[in-house]
């Protein structure tokens, strides 16, 4: 029956290079992070787990929500038009479209509108 693991405590992290640790780091190879032992509450047994690295990804930066962005809505929509305004979206007349903020463009679902300038 495996233990409750809030109920066991960290004795010791190892790190894949040190004694220790070595014959799982020839076992998980370069995916082991760290290893650790852990007593039970009563101090009658020791656990030892392994931390692995399951997956490396980008980290995709979010946007700041005050970025101004140029959106594009249908010129004959007065309701959208009206919504804009209230958002508190300029209107630029060079470029024939809205510049709101990313939240407020987020906030009425026009981010599918957002249209690239320069």
């Known amino acids: 029956m495996p ?3 809030d109920r066991t405590f960290v004795i010791k992290k190892l790190s894949p290079q040190q004694p220790g640790a070595r014959k799982l780091a020839l076992r998980y190879g370069r995916a082991l992070v760290c290893v650790r032992h852990r007593h039970d509450a009563e101090g009658r047994m020791r656990y ?3 931390e692995l690295l399951v997956e490396q990804t ?3 930066r979010r946007q700041p929500d005050d970025q101004l962005l140029c959106v ?3 010129p004959n929509d007065t309701e959208s038009r009206r919504r804009i305004i209230a958002a508190g979206g ?3 007349r060079e470029i024939y479209a809205w510049w709101l ?3 407020a463009a987020r906030r009425l679902r026009l981010l599918s509108r957002v249209v690239a300038v320069g």
């Open 72 to 74: 594009r809505a249908d």
């Open 3 to 5: 233990p409750a693991w």
């Open 48 to 50: 030892t787990t392994v």
């Open 101 to 103: 903020t990313r939240a």
């Open 90 to 92: 300029q209107w630029d």
């Open 58 to 60: 980008p980290i995709q």
